[in-house]
């Protein structure tokens, strides 16, 4: 099997069932206590900017965007991404992220977030933000905080609280 091979959509609500099943997969029940997941638990994700990869009509990754401000600056939080391990290491990760990015930058979104590995997201675009500059609730490693600045945004000069963008 290729790339090739696979069909990506924009989510829909159709989609919420396998995306809950490949993210308990990925992640377990310990993605509930996440920094991240706590911002996600602010406010509904953006699902015009989150994208599914299906395999002869089966869900077999996701990724999702969440509108968040990271202080002043109105963005978006990438994730969760997650791969059915039956479909791993064929590049439909990678391939999502690329999708959710070019949306992300064509709607105006400035920067996307996240909280990952660098060696993985490095490649597609993103880097290290300043170390204790941002905060999430709930303890992060702020070296797995990085940033994709699709705009006029310089990645040190953020700062101030990540937090859902419908938070009041």
């Given at each position: 099997?290729?790339?090739?091979?696979?069909?990506?959509?924009?989510?829909?609500?159709?989609?919420?069932?396998?995306?809950?099943?490949?993210?308990?997969?990925?992640?377990?029940?310990?993605?509930?206590?996440?920094?991240?997941?706590?911002?996600?638990?602010?406010?509904?994700?953006?699902?015009?900017?989150?994208?599914?990869?299906?395999?002869?009509?089966?869900?077999?990754?996701?990724?999702?965007?969440?509108?968040?401000l990271a202080g002043t600056v109105a963005g978006h939080?990438?994730?969760?991404?997650?791969?059915?391990?039956?479909?791993?290491?064929?590049?439909?990760?990678r391939e999502l992220v690329r999708i959710a990015l070019?949306?992300?930058?064509?709607?105006?979104?400035?920067?996307?977030?996240?909280?990952?590995?660098?060696?993985?997201?490095?490649?597609?675009?993103?880097?290290?933000?300043?170390?204790?500059?941002?905060?999430?609730?709930?303890?992060?490693?702020?070296?797995?905080?990085?940033?994709?600045?699709?705009?006029?945004?310089?990645?040190?000069?953020?700062?101030?609280?990540?937090?859902?963008?419908?938070?009041?």
């Amino acid at each position: 099997m290729s790339i090739h091979d696979l069909v990506f959509l924009t989510e829909d609500a159709s989609h919420d069932a396998a995306i809950n099943h490949i993210n308990e997969e990925a992640f377990g029940p310990g993605r509930f206590v996440r920094s991240s997941e706590r911002v996600r638990e602010q406010g509904p994700h953006d699902r015009r900017l989150s994208f599914v990869a299906a395999d002869r009509g089966e869900v077999i990754a996701s990724v999702r965007m969440t509108p968040i401000l990271a202080g002043t600056v109105a963005g978006h939080l990438l994730g969760p991404l997650a791969v059915r391990p039956s479909h791993k290491n064929l590049g439909i990760g990678r391939e999502l992220v690329r999708i959710a990015l070019a949306a992300a930058k064509k709607s105006g979104s400035p920067v996307v977030l996240l909280v990952g590995d660098p060696p993985y997201y490095a490649p597609l675009g993103f880097k290290p933000t300043k170390p204790g500059a941002l905060t999430m609730p709930g303890p992060f490693d702020p070296h797995r905080l990085l940033v994709a600045c699709l705009g006029d945004v310089d990645a040190m000069a953020l700062e101030g609280e990540i937090r859902h963008r419908d938070l009041v």
